[in-house]
């Protein structure tokens, strides 16, 4: 006898957000008991979003300059148990659409023309955090995965090394030059290949009552099968700031880094490769059931780059600041920090100073 009817854990969303300058439409539909015996979650996905590029002139988008990507995800993930009950498997399958419509910035060199993007991606990841999810006082949560396409330059006869000395002997300031950079970059990614790989990990440990210091680190890699070809444009890494109004339709991953503006560690284009490290000390004000408040003070330090070869782990851009987190059930987890990047961001010559990050929802 059940007498309030109860579902089984769906979770069904729609989503629409609109502006001047883009578009989102997206649709998601998630079951976490795929056959009603254990754990197996299968959630789908589907979205189209348009971006448009800003007039300078008149200050508004041009809707005649636009960026369009229709997508779809089916995914299926897993709880494990072994080697412990905590490890959690995922496996996605995803294809992504993008039309350049007039789209020219100075990450794309073709403004019109298609990229499509067929991809797979494995996760593991585990998570053991206790006491309370908002303020963990004890565990570790670590997460690993890989995402690639499939190597098409090995099957699809196109020879890669002579579009890309053609295109090393091409001049971009030439109109018709650059017109045939366009062409050759359509050819180079009209299927894009690439494998990306990205690792995280955070413990918790209580040094004294309530007490706790939270070190982290992550680290992404983007690659390419054939040097040729090249890395492409797509799901590029941007280092730096708060993280809010990050929207963006080209894959891209946002990466936090306090004490710096958004996205300013990485150039235009963004960075193939980036790592952060952090150590943040936190401490409660009020842990209550309608409102959980804690102070914390944090020192961190990351790097975007695009060349493996000039990666090293120790040349980093660093920071320290505090902050003030506040969770309620009502509006979620809001916060603010403040920030002191000690380095230059690229193409200055003095420390970045001060900065301060509104936060919303999500933590470092």
């Known amino acids: ?71 779809l995800t089916v995914g299926l993930s897993t709880r494990l148990t072994e080697p412990d009950d905590y490890f959690l498997l995922s496996q996605a399958l995803s294809y992504q659409h993008y039309d350049l419509q007039n789209y020219n910035t100075g990450l794309f060199t073709f403004g019109n023309g298609t990229s499509n993007n067929l991809s797979y991606t494995i996760g593991l990841s585990r998570n053991n955090l206790y006491t309370d999810p908002i303020y963990p006082t004890g565990g570790s949560s670590f997460s690993a995965s890989a995402k690639f396409s499939f190597p098409y330059s090995l099957v699809n006869g196109v020879d890669y090394d002579a579009l890309k000395d053609e295109r090393d002997n091409l001049d971009q300031t030439d109109a018709d030059d650059f017109a045939r ?70 894959g891209r991953e946002i990466v936090q880094l306090r004490g710096y503006p958004n996205q300013s560690l990485s150039n235009v284009d963004g960075g193939s490769i980036y790592n952060k490290f952090s150590l943040e000390l936190r401490y409660p004000i009020t842990l209550g059931a309608q409102a959980k408040i804690y102070a914390l003070s944090f020192v961190e330090a990351g790097r975007s780059l695009n060349d493996f070869k000039d990666f090293d782990p120790f040349n980093l851009n660093r920071s320290a600041g505090f902050g003030l987190r506040i969770f309620m059930p009502a509006f979620g987890l809001l916060g603010i920090d403040f920030g002191h990047g000690f380095d230059p961001v690229p193409g200055a010559i003095e420390a970045n100073g001060w900065e301060t990050h509104f936060i919303i929802g999500q933590q470092f």
């Open 1 to 71: 006898y059940q007498p309030v009817p109860r579902g089984d854990g769906q979770s069904l969303a729609l989503r629409l957000q609109a502006s001047q300058f883009f578009q989102t439409y997206s649709f998601s539909f998630s079951e976490p008991w795929l056959g009603g015996k254990k754990p197996f979650q299968l959630s789908t996905s589907i979205s189209h979003s348009r971006q448009f590029l800003f007039d300078p002139q008149t200050r508004r988008a041009d809707k005649s300059r636009r960026f369009n990507i229709t997508g």
């Open 181 to 250: 950079i366009g062409e050759i970059d359509q050819e180079r990614f009209k299927w894009l290949e690439f494998y990306k790989v990205k690792f995280k990990v955070d413990w918790y440990t209580e040094l004294a009552k309530k007490l706790v210091l939270r070190p982290s680190m992550e680290f992404g890699f983007l690659g390419a099968y054939n040097n040729a070809r090249g890395v492409i444009p797509f799901e590029r890494f941007f280092l730096g700031g708060d993280g809010l109004g990050n929207f963006a339709l080209d």
